[in-house]
Nanobody
Framework: QVQLVESGGGSVQPGGSQRLSCAAS????????MGWSRQAPGKERELVAI???????TYADSVKGRFAISRDNAKNTVYLQMNSLKPEDTAVYYC?????????????WGQGTQVTVSS
């Protein structure tokens, strides 16, 4: 079974930076696209950023120019570098990955990590 384990969440002041990581563990699988989404209290989950297996990136307008998604395929890990953080970035952040096991593709999700931006 494939598991996605997130780390790097916590509290930061406005204007600060934080990096999230998400590592896939297991065996007998390959990973395609990976991404990050977030959910703030009282709001629907929104897509933050995605990165293809080839490294192509896409960002939500709300984070464009401030966040950067990257991946290390050798480590089966995706990162989210968050700069110039704003209070409205406060949310639970979830990573996801498209996983190929055998001949089936499945989408896996991390457990979520809290990011709080406040003074």
């Amino acid at each position: 079974q494939v598991q996605l384990v997130e780390s790097g969440g916590g509290s930061v002041q406005p204007g600060g930076s934080q990096r999230l990581s998400c590592a896939a563990s297991g065996s007998g699988f390959s990973i395609g696209g990976m991404g990050w989404s977030r959910q703030a209290p009282g709001k629907e989950r929104e897509l933050v950023a995605i990165i293809s297996s080839g490294g192509r990136t896409t960002y939500a307008d709300s984070v464009k120019g401030r966040f950067a998604i990257s991946r290390d395929n050798a480590k089966n890990t995706v990162y989210l570098q968050m700069n110039s953080l704003k209070p409205e970035d406060t949310a639970v952040y979830y990573c996801n990955a498209d996983v190929l096991a055998g001949v089936r593709w499945s989408k896996y999700w991390g457990q979520g990590t809290q990011v709080t931006v406040s003074s």
